[in-house]
């Protein structure tokens, strides 16, 4: 009997120091190249994130769910040239590359999170991203800082294969663009 009390105890010390903070603000940055990797030769932007949280236990991050808005991939890059922008981001969202129509959001769920002593990050986050309705797994530095009730998580720039999720352009054209895209976020939660 002494056991069993002591389990349930840990038990709900546990779900009563976990908590869901729900995400205020982002910013979701990418960029991607042409096959020669120039800067002249790139793209960049944002996506919004429509929805989202971050789990802690205590202070320590455990977890989180994050939902992309595909409907607002913005192409910063070309804001000097509307008509090209509005062209190259209505080619992003067809069925070429996100096809939008079919899959209005990307999703990434945190899975798992290891303690790191980086000197910039803190944390390394593994979770499962899904593009177009395709999942694979990913991982990458972040930082996590805490000011009063407010969490921000910023990471570290990543890259995902655009390929491996089914982003794909006619052969040709295909090959004169690099397969990853770079990505950097910064969420804050609270």
């Not at 352009?169 to 910064?186: A, C, G, P, R, T």
Request: proline residues 2%; contains cysteine.
């Amino acid at each position: 009997m002494k056991n069993f009390i002591s389990i349930l105890f840990i038990l709900c010390s546990f779900f009563v120091s976990a908590q869901t903070k729900n995400i205020t603000s982002s910013e979701i940055r990418w960029k991607a190249y042409k096959t020669l990797k120039a800067e002249s030769m790139s793209h960049d932007g944002t996506v919004k994130l429509k929805s989202g949280n971050l789990t802690f236990n205590g202070n320590e991050l455990t977890g989180g769910n994050f939902i992309i808005n595909m409907n607002t991939i913005d192409a910063e890059d070309m804001n000097e040239n509307p008509k090209q922008k509005k062209f190259l981001e209505n080619h992003l969202k067809s069925d070429d590359f996100f096809d939008v129509e079919k899959f209005p959001v990307t999703v990434f769920q945190i899975k798992s999170v290891k303690k790191i002593n980086g000197k910039n990050y803190n944390y390394q986050i593994g979770g499962i991203l899904i593009i177009k309705g395709i999942s694979k797994n990913i991982s990458f530095p972040v930082k996590v800082a805490q000011n009063n009730s407010v969490f921000t998580l910023t990471s570290a720039q990543f890259t995902f294969n655009r390929k491996h999720f089914g982003l794909k352009y006619n052969i040709f054209e295909d090959m004169l663009i690099s397969n990853d895209v770079e990505m950097n976020v910064k969420i804050v939660a609270q």
